[in-house]
């Protein structure tokens, strides 16, 4: 099993907005040979900002490294970072990958 998981920092007042942006979106995952699931997981708050995880499992790294390749990936990130919500966002994503040990 491998994980790949984004921390997104989302500001304050714009956390509906993020979540509603994810329930729009088309992930393209279903097909994709490997993949086993998707999550997307809220953390805590601060003054700051509000945490957000996105959570995907895979069969392998290799599985995730395909996808990451993939037309499909290309798809799904087409809208990433557009003007219209660049402002919900503090900062880049920071992607996190974990290989299942036991």
């Not at 994709?32 to 995880?53: D, I, Q, R």
């Amino acid at each position: 099993m491998f994980l790949a998981m984004n921390r997104f920092k989302i500001a304050p007042g714009r956390e509906a907005d993020f979540v509603e942006i994810w329930k729009q979106r088309d992930t393209y995952l279903q097909d994709v040979p490997g993949f086993k699931s998707f999550n997307l997981m809220e953390g805590p708050k601060t003054e700051e900002y509000s945490l957000f995880a996105s959570h995907s499992v895979w069969e392998s790294e290799e599985a995730f490294n395909d996808w990451t390749h993939s037309e499909a990936f290309r798809k799904a990130h087409a809208n990433a970072g557009n003007a219209s919500t660049r402002e919900i966002y503090l900062g880049h994503p920071q992607l996190e990958l974990f290989k299942a040990v036991i």
